[in-house]
């Protein structure tokens, strides 16, 4: 899998999962992972279906956060697993038709173990302090997520507290793969919070 940049979390937009993923699809984000934390199956599935339909025909990708079983009956394009979830290898062999695996690495360890399931890519964080977990992981920050990034031979996303402040340090530091979660989900307009990011990313590749 290459370099993809750009990869949103959608965690309870406000506009609603629909619209801020027609907003993502329509300025080319790559990557949009669809995480209903303690939200049943079905709702799920449901909700996932319609992120497809959005995103057909598109580059996008549409990710389901940890559950396997939804992706693969949303017809989904990957699953995003943790470290207590299903294996990356299991996942494989159960469901075949899921194209994209990712895996959450919280430090080098972690990373590094990650070379033996060889996942599509993995998560690199948190990055800096984030509210979106229940039970945060201990805070890296930059110098260690980029040599958790330079680790592996796939793509890394940055991620945790990543935000219109914060980006630049994490891309300037050596990122190629980030993600935001509240930056673009707590925008009333999604679009235009998504441009604003990207703006920055170009500005930003001088420094690479």
Known sequence: MTDFGFYLVMTNPVVGYERCCEAAVKAGVRMVQ????DAPRDEVVAAA???????KGSETKIIVNDDPVAAAEAGA???HVGQGD???AEVRARFPEIGIVGLSTHNILQARASLSANPDYIGVGPVYAT??????????????AV???????YPAVAIGGI?????PAVLRAGARNWAVVRAVCGSQ??????????KIEEECKVFR
Do not use: C, H, N, Q
């Not at 040599?147 to 031979?153: D, W």
């Not at 935000?163 to 980006?167: F, G, I, N, V």
């Open 189 to 198: 307009d999604p679009y235009s919070a998504i441009l604003a990011l990207k």
């Open 163 to 167: 935000d219109a402040t914060t980006l």
């Open 49 to 55: 279906r319609r992120l497809v339909a959005i995103a």
């Open 34 to 37: 669809l995480r209903m934390k």
């Open 131 to 144: 509210p979106t977990k229940k039970i945060p992981d201990p805070t890296l920050g930059v110098s260690a």
């Open 86 to 88: 299903m294996s990356v």
């Open 147 to 153: 040599e958790m990034i330079r680790a592996v031979p």
């Open 77 to 79: 394009d990957g699953v």
